[in-house]
Structures are given as structure tokens and as C-alpha cells.
């Protein structure tokens, strides 16, 4: 069974400064996602990472991929108070064909 | 173009009844997937559909079920609601083809009594 782990689950942090959110998982997969969901709001998609070494970056956030290592990070450089909400990774299983999502991670981002 | 919309966005429900949720992809999307976000276990996916097929499955019992129509709305169908089914239900719409991006829909807030 697929296993997504993101860490930390709980993120605070001062503007201007930079951060990692990390998302492991635990077999193999041939995409990711990332999203963004404000409190009491859906989920937004960010990016969708589909191959070894895939890089996308949209603003202050940067996400890429490492499918040897089963591993995407999201980095955020010079955090401003708008980016504060929580953000998910999303690994699909290519057999199973269904998503799994990691545990979320909330992000505070304090003036 | 309109985005994926979810009626009704609120339901109270009492222990036992059944529900149906409404999902309506984005134009041009034939795959629908549903998720369900509670607090205690996160976002759990429940099935997905691409031209009205049942295509995967989550790990859910047989009292969640669901349909697609030619037009690729999709409803959910929760029977015997228990008091654990109170949850965010989320639908997702995508092309469904492979490396497709997923649009989400504002959710529909079921509270079980």
C-alpha cells in the first residue's frame, strides 16, 4: 500500500525567511502533486511533477522531484503572509490508479 | 471557463438516512474522483470515474457508492449514514488522461447527526 509522509505537519515561520516541506513516498510512482487548501476552502492545485528531476517553480514556491529517492520537496524563498495555509502532496499510484495524499502540512507565515 | 461545481455545498443528515452529493466537472473533463476530508484521517480517496465507468476504487465500504452520466456529472450515494461519515467531500475533475492536472471542486460539508 502507498505511504505519503510530508514533514513537518506544522510550520511556522517569519516573512522574508525560506523553508522546505518534504514529501516522501513509499512505492514507486510516475507523478506527484502539489496543493494548496485555505481554511474552510478546496484544495488548489499548484503543480504536477511527472518525471525524475522535474522542477516547476510559480512565485515564491518551487517544488521538484526525485523518483530514485521517492522524495519532493516544496521550497518557499522570502515567505510573505499571504502564503500561510495548508499544503498537500498527492502521490498517484500508477497500478491502482488513485491518489494518496500526505497528512498536510500548515504553514504560518508571521509578519 | 466555469469551474467544477458541488451541490449542495451544506447537509445535515440524521444517523441512518442515506445522502447524494452532486458533482459537475469542469466542460470537456470525463473523469471525476471523490475524496473524503475529515480530521482525524485527512484526504482519503474514494473512487474515481471516466466515462461513466467506475474506473478505481478507495478503500471504502460498500455503503459509499457512486455514478457517472453520459454527461459526466457525477452524484455520490451514502447509505446508512453513521455518525463517522461527517466529512468534507471533495470532487476532483480532470481530461483523465495520463499526467493530467486535477481541479477541485468547493466541497460539500455533510454533518451527521
Known amino acids: 500500500e502507498l505511504k505519503v509522509e510530508q514533514n513537518p505537519l506544522f510550520l511556522s515561520m517569519q516573512e522574508g525567511k525560506n523553508y522546505t516541506i518534504y514529501c516522501n513516498y513509499s512505492t514507486t510512482s510516475d507523478r506527484l502533486y502539489w496543493y494548496r487548501q485555505d481554511p474552510g476552502k478546496s484544495l488548489e492545485s499548484l503543480f504536477v511533477l511527472l518525471s525524475n528531476g522535474a522542477v516547476k517553480q510559480e512565485g515564491r514556491l518551487m517544488a521538484s522531484l526525485d523518483t530514485k529517492a521517492r522524495l519532493s520537496t516544496l521550497h518557499i524563498t522570502a515567505a510573505v503572509h499571504d502564503l500561510s495555509a495548508t499544503y498537500f502532496c498527492a502521490v498517484v499510484n500508477t497500478n491502482a490508479g488513485k491518489s494518496t495524499f500526505g497528512d498536510g502540512t500548515t504553514l504560518t507565515v508571521k509578519p | 471557463k466555469a469551474g467544477v461545481t458541488q451541490t449542495p455545498r451544506y447537509l445535515i443528515k440524521t444517523r441512518g438516512q442515506q445522502v447524494t452529493l452532486s458533482c459537475s466537472p469542469i466542460?470537456?473533463?470525463?473523469?471525476v474522483s471523490w475524496y473524503q476530508q475529515t480530521p482525524g484521517q485527512g484526504l482519503q480517496f474514494l473512487f474515481e470515474?471516466?466515462?461513466?465507468?467506475?474506473?478505481n476504487k478507495g478503500n471504502f465500504p460498500g455503503r459509499f457508492s457512486g455514478r457517472q452520466f453520459s454527461n459526466s456529472r457525477s452524484e455520490m450515494n451514502v447509505s446508512t449514514l453513521e455518525l463517522g461519515d461527517s466529512a468534507l467531500y471533495l470532487c476532483?475533475?480532470?481530461?483523465?488522461?495520463?499526467?493530467?492536472?486535477?481541479?477541485f471542486g468547493p466541497g460539500t460539508r455533510l454533518t451527521v447527526t
Open positions: 466542460s470537456g473533463h470525463r473523469s
Open positions: 470515474y471516466f466515462s461513466e465507468t467506475q474506473r
Open positions: 476532483a475533475s480532470s481530461l483523465g488522461t495520463p499526467g493530467y492536472e486535477q481541479y
